[in-house]
Nanobody, 124 residues
């Protein structure tokens, strides 16, 4: 089970830090990702971190968002800075379905185990 938290209402230019805890003993062996879904839009990729700590970002968040993980706490984080109104969405975390593999854009389709998301609202 994945549980995202840390969302809220913030003004444009502000920051939030999202967290996602996983109840999985082998957490450290899997890539983790953040996705988001804005009202009326499809879910989209935001950021991912591999089991080896490699990172990958959507172009829309590069330079503003940072993904990290704490394997001891089975938790993945998303630090979001310089937030924009277009970042408003429900943010979800997900886990790769295959352990210990290279993180590539094509693997993102295999991420799943969607848990409860957390709402981020950025006001202008």
């Amino acid at each position: 089970q994945l549980q995202a938290s840390g969302g809220g209402l913030v003004q444009a230019g502000g920051s939030l830090r999202l967290s996602c805890g996983a109840s999985r003993r082998t957490f450290s062996s899997y890539a983790m990702g953040w996705f988001r879904q804005a009202p009326g839009k499809d879910r989209e990729f935001v950021a991912a971190i591999s089991w080896g700590f490699g990172v990958y970002y959507a172009d829309s968040v590069k330079g503003r968002f940072t993904i990290s993980r704490d394997n001891d706490k089975s938790t993945v984080f998303l630090q979001m800075n310089s937030l924009k109104p277009e970042d408003t969405a429900v943010y979800y975390c997900a886990v790769d379905s295959v352990a210990r593999r290279l993180l590539t854009p094509s693997n993102l389709a295999d991420f799943g185990s969607w848990g409860r998301g957390t709402l981020v609202t950025v006001s202008s």
